[in-house]
């Protein structure tokens, strides 16, 4: 058997004050910064958890939270991986608004198609991202507002390639991400349906261990709850 743990980065400052985030750069809340340490804490407790290595985004809040996770649990030493397949799904125009704001602009209804439904794309940035971080990406590949069906897209070639064939090996890997890029790939984890989807929320910094078979067949699903 082997494990794979899933965690979403911290509180930051775009969470606290209710807005969308996507792929914009920004830091913890001190908030964030206590539920980052207390879930290393969570996760040292396991006692059949011992990761070969660790997989994050490109973006600070999850690249913090995963440290922050490492030195407490003692993972310092694992080799880190930061891909932008891992990043946050990008929220296009929506980048910067507040969540609250937006259902008066666009209707509550609208707003929910967005924000949860597996298909719905929000409207498009104006202009493509320049940030040098993702200078060496083919710029075709780089969204100017995503679906979570195209987050889940880009995504899961980097679980197949990088996460599951390690856990093929029988090594337990630690994935730090985001809100809507952990829900894509639990969609496909799980196998959740495109409605059913719409219902599931991922909680800051609450590990979820998976424990699952030679064939990467879930055998149980574990949730640790952090205050």
């Not at 985004?57 to 996770?69: E, P």
């Not at 320049?130 to 195209?150: C, G, V």
Request: proline content about 5%; some cysteine; overall charge positive.
């Amino acid at each position: 058997m082997v494990k794979l743990v899933l965690v979403r980065h911290g509180e930051s400052i775009a969470n606290a004050e209710n807005v969308y985030t996507g792929w914009n750069d920004v830091p913890l809340t001190d908030k964030g910064i206590r539920q980052a340490r207390k879930a290393g804490e969570a996760l040292k407790t396991l006692n059949d958890f011992y990761p070969t290595h660790i997989h994050t985004s490109v973006l600070s809040r999850a690249i913090v939270t995963a440290n922050i996770i490492a030195e407490t649990c003692g993972f310092l030493a694992l080799p880190i991986t930061k891909t932008w397949r891992l990043n946050e799904r990008h929220y296009g125009a929506l980048k910067g608004t507040n969540k609250d704001a937006s259902r008066s602009i666009y209707g509550k209804e609208q707003v929910l198609l967005w924000r949860r439904s597996f298909d719905a794309i929000p409207p498009l940035q104006k202009q493509p991202l320049n940030d040098r971080r993702y200078s060496l990406l083919d710029p075709k590949l780089i969204p100017r507002a995503e679906s979570l069906h195209q987050t889940q897209d880009r995504l899961m070639p980097y679980y197949y390639d990088q996460i599951a064939s390690r856990m093929r090996l029988d090594q337990d890997q630690l994935v730090v991400a985001h809100g809507s890029s952990l829900r894509a790939l639990i969609k496909k984890l799980e196998r959740i349906n495109n409605q059913e989807i719409i219902n599931l929320e991922v909680p800051n910094a609450e590990p979820i261990i998976y424990t699952m078979d030679a064939d990467l067949k879930i055998i149980k699903k574990q949730i640790l709850t952090v205050e």
